[in-house]
């Protein structure tokens, strides 16, 4: 009976430590999540290596690892959007300066026709720093999802040759005549009218602002009666879908750094020099988004390239 209560004694003292040992152990692991929630690193070190243990140490680290992942991610991209956002308070102050500075020459101006200059040369300026803002409020709006497009049908043909006429007096200002190739019968899809109409000015804005010679606009079709419109052997697009490619000449292309063009605020080496608030294209990706649609960029020998595609409803 003596050796039987001792080795149940044995028995206790060993489940006890093995219990203190797993306490110590969980306790550990609380502290370093607590130190971890006040911002110091570390990772999930096993003490007392039971299979359990190890299992949970393993998923902990998983998880330790993801978070911090995901909070480097983070960083990167709050650092990135602070540095756009000093850029475009920059490219708001520069109108709203020069503004000021024409309003200022205003007050000791001489004569009517000389204030009449004033005021003209500042309402241009306030004219340019109402666009950025406009575009950046649009950009909230998309981004947010707060504008979502209504769904109805309609002729892109249509629609290219409604922004091209509206923008035909900034062309003929260059001396750019427009190179459009569209179908003979209409292209429809299913989209918002409003927002496919600012896809296709923002993608012409594009080349106004940053071009260095005329675009050439072409609608391609696949499929149905509407037949084969400008379709290379080697296009991915499929039978009920579209391409609408807008393309230009335009300099200093390796300076873009293409995988980002339809971000936010991005502009290139030489974009700052021609203005623009750099949400043009990024507006237009979020919107082409919304429909179902995509967007794409490529740049070589000289000419830079946007396809907008997608599915269009059979005739």
């Known amino acids: 009976m ?10 206790a003292c060993a489940l006890a430590a093995v219990l203190w ?56 991209e709050r650092r990135e959007l602070q ?15 020069g503004a000021q500075g024409f309003l200022q020459l205003y007050a000791l101006a001489d004569d009517a026709a000389e204030r009449d200059e004033c005021v003209a040369a500042a309402a241009e300026r306030l004219g340019v720093m109402r666009g950025l803002v406009d575009q ?39 001396g750019w005549e427009p190179v459009v190739a569209l179908p003979d019968a209409a292209v429809v899809v299913r989209a918002d009218g409003e927002a496919l109409a600012r896809i296709v000015g923002n993608l012409l804005d594009n080349c106004l602002r940053h071009g260095s010679g005329a675009p050439r606009i072409e609608l391609r079709a696949v499929g149905g009666d509407t037949g084969t419109v400008g379709h290379s052997s080697g296009s991915s697009v499929e039978p009920g879908a579209f391409e609408l490619i807008v393309s230009n000449p335009a300099d200093r292309l390796e300076a873009l750094d293409m995988p980002r ?6 502009r290139g080496d030489g974009a700052r020099q021609a203005g623009g608030s750099g949400l043009g294209l990024a ?29 269009r409803i059979e005739p």
């Open 283 to 311: 507006i237009a990706a979020n919107l082409a988004r919304a429909m179902h649609m995509h967007l794409s960029a490529q740049a070589s020998a000289g000419v830079f390239e946007i396809t907008l595609s997608g599915a």
């Open 21 to 76: 040992l797993n306490e110590r152990q969980l306790r550990a692991m609380e502290l370093l999540l607590l130190a971890r929630g006040r911002g110091r690193a570390g990772k999930v070190r096993v003490t007392f290596p039971t299979p359990a243990a190890r299992a949970l140490a393993l998923e902990m680290n998983a998880l330790i690892e993801e978070s911090d992942g995901a909070r480097r991610e983070a960083d990167a």
């Open 261 to 266: 063009v339809f971000d936010r605020f991005y």
């Open 136 to 174: 950046l409020f649009e950009f909230a709006k998309v981004d947010e999802g707060e504008q979502m497009p209504a769904c109805e049908e309609v002729d892109i043909c249509a629609v290219v040759a409604e922004a091209l006429s509206s923008r035909y007096p900034a062309f003929a200002e260059r």
């Open 83 to 97: 540095r756009n956002l000093a850029s475009f308070s920059h490219d708001v102050r520069t109108p709203l300066a």
């Open 2 to 11: 003596i050796g039987l209560s001792v080795v149940c004694l044995l028995l």
